[in-house]
């Protein structure tokens, strides 16, 4: 019932920058865990970033730490994930999700989410 909208995505060259937003139609935003996945061609969907309901709280996978965040705006129940010094290895897919179950740490699984989004492709280009 949760439903997701991504956009942001593109095509950006070795070392440059995209910010990803995702919006959810819930009410009760404020109250999930989002995060952020990617699946690249022939791989899995894997974790990049998430992020407690207040924003206090971030966790992200090592390929990405120091290059993207995650943040969220919940007045308008949007989660956004900033891309910075991007690789051609961070070419994939990227989907947001919301966990909406309470848990003491936030989540890195993708069994531990409830809804997604419908994916925005990112490539970057040599």
């Known amino acids: 019932q949760v439903q997701l909208v991504e956009s942001g995505g593109g095509s950006v060259q070795t070392g440059g920058s995209l910010r990803l937003s995702c919006t959810a139609s819930d009410h009760s935003f404020s109250a999930y865990r989002m995060g952020w996945f990617r699946e690249a061609p022939g791989k899995e969907r894997e974790f990049v970033a998430a992020i407690s309901p207040s924003g206090g709280m971030t966790t992200y996978a090592d390929s990405v730490k120091g290059r993207l965040d995650i943040s969220r705006d919940n007045a308008n129940n949007t989660v956004y994930l900033q891309m910075n010094r991007l690789k051609p290895e961070d070419t994939a897919v990227y989907y947001c999700?919301?966990?909406?179950?309470?848990?003491?740490?936030?989540?890195?699984?993708?069994?531990?989410?409830?809804?997604w989004g419908q994916g925005t492709q990112v490539t970057v280009s040599s």
């Open positions: 999700a919301a966990a909406l179950f309470l848990s003491l740490a936030l989540p890195t699984a993708r069994s531990k989410y409830d809804y």
